[in-house]
């Protein structure tokens, strides 16, 4: 019963074997690789942060206050005398873990609403589409700006806003994979042979959709970073005193004369990152998958 | 519309509450309520405001009691103003450098193009913007840091124009690049060009007439979608910018809980988002033949 086509095979990268070779492939590109060195370098912030860090982002040294930088302070101090690099660092931890758990949850979601429409009756299909095309028609900075308005800014919000943004994205891929699923051959068979729908979904469709989602999300993680820091920017995003890249360049933006280096480091990490992220998501996605090219 | 609505009204909290702040008495928030709508059944409530809507009132400021509508067709012609320029520039900067890099394949522009454009669309506008500030009017002095410019001084405004603007575009040039580049090389790959090619026609004619007034169309079709994008960017360039318009609007009104200004502005932008997918559809049929006669 295991028979699965190749119409979304993602078996170049799935298991050990193909993970070497994928990082083998990945050698040969140098984008990929640079890429591949700023999402570790990001990674090792966000795990590590508080060991490499010079300072504890929230002391405030009022004595210090908009030091240029120097070895004392790589990247200078802000307007309480804080240590810039050490927020910065500190950082990388919130925008990677907003970023990637709203990303998870919302291929989730995805996942359950694209399967439900793409499987399900057809009334529930044209009811989630409505719905997904509804928040489409909202430009996300102005859909994030009204739900922080009306709920409030905090860390839950703002992930909510993400997964509100993300999900329709990845429901509605699951939702054209799963109509192209519905009716191969195979899944006719198995439904013939008296499979639930759940099995048929979770044993069968599942396996053959979950590849591409995975390379597509990931390849969003840089406009979710830059939706939460842009919204942490505009006030509207995680409350301070956290030490989140959008509240730093927005703290660093009220003192752009007197003190310049605090927006030019706080805005380096954020560049660096979605640059890594996208280099990397592009080179494994053509790696893994070619086709996608014509979907994203 | 009505999505925006039940936004509104499914949070929990009076929003007379959270407006007025802790210490209103209950008759100051009895009034607000009552001035508001607030304090009637729910459905009428949605049937008053999208009346209301239809006839084309948005509201009443709360703190300014100025009329929402003017308020926002006020700021509005500057933000469109905006966009249109960012749009404008990006499109002369990409299209031209996607069709140059499919016809010059693999030649050191297509390779940096390649790489541009993957820059420049993953970094964020509001980091490029800020940058931009810094560099070009407060260490150089080139343009002017704030504001749209003076009234009916049409140098001077577009002088102000001209670093939010490059913000809002950068990351187009390379998102239309690669869309003009692959749909180019789809395009020249096809039959009537190598027959444009056979009858000796001249290889620019061929490019730009034949080849390019094809690959052009998914690029209009994506315009309409930019134009949301190019919204969401408009926002962060007006704040940095402190230019006046709509993103400025819904961020200040945002920020003191003024929501008759966000549920107005909000609503005028999701209208504009709205109507620009029809317009590039017609654009598309003007275009393109085939799509006239099936329409």
Known sequence: MSVRPSDWDVSGGAGLAGAGKTAAALRHDPLGMLGLVLVLLALFCALFGHWIAPDDPFKIHVTDRFQAPSLAHLMGTDNLGRDVLSRVIAGTRIALSIGGSSILIAMTLGLVLGLSAGYGPRWLDNLLLLLFDSVYSFPTVILGLTVMTLLGPSITTLMFVVVVIQTPAYARLIRTATLAAKNTEYILAIRSLGASPAR?????????????????????????????????????????????????????????????????????????????????????????DPRLRRIV | MTVLFAAIHAIPGDPAIIMLGS?????????????MGLDQPVPIQLVKFLTRVAEGDLGTDVW?????????????????????????????????????????????????????????????????AIYALLLFAIQIGWFPVIGAGADGDLPDQLWHLVLPSFAVGL???????????????????????????????????????????IAILPTVTLLALAIGGLLSSAVFAENIFARPGIGKLIVDAANLRNYPVVQGAVLVTVGLFAFAMPVADLIVAWLDPRVRSAL
């Not at chain 2, 210490?23 to 001035?35: G, I």
Request: glycine share 8%.
């Open chain 2, 171 to 213: 990351g187009w040039v390379g998102y239309l690049a690669r869309i003009v580049r692959a749909s180019m090389l789809e395009v020249m790959a096809e039959n009537h060009i190598r027959t444009a090619r056979a009858f000796g026609l001249p290889e620019p004619k061929i490019i730009l007439h034949y080849a390019l007034r």
């Open chain 1, 200 to 288: 048929v979904l979770v044993v069968h469709v599942l396996p053959n959709i979950i590849g591409p989602l995975f390379i597509i999300a990931s390849m969003d993680i840089p406009s979710v970073i830059a939706l939460e820091a842009g919204l942490t920017y505009l006030g509207m995003g995680i409350p301070p005193p956290a030490p989140d890249w959008g509240r730093i360049l927005q703290e660093g933006f009220s003192s752009i004369r007197e003190a310049p280096w605090i927006v030019v480091c706080g805005g380096i990490p954020l560049i660096l990152t979605t640059l890594g992220f996208t280099f990397l998501g592009e080179s494994l996605r053509d790696l893994l």
């Open chain 2, 64 to 128: 300014t009691k100025r009329s929402v509508g003017a308020i926002v067709m006020e700021t509005l012609p500057n933000t469109l103003v905006l966009i249109l320029t960012a749009l404008s520039w990006a499109a002369l900067v990409g299209i031209p450098l996607g069709c140059y890099s499919a016809i010059r394949r693999n030649s050191f522009i297509d390779k940096f193009t390649g790489v541009l454009s993957v820059g420049t669309i993953s970094i964020p506008s509001f980091v490029v």
């Open chain 2, 23 to 35: 210490r209103a008495t209950p008759e100051m928030r009895e009034r607000l309520s009552r001035e």
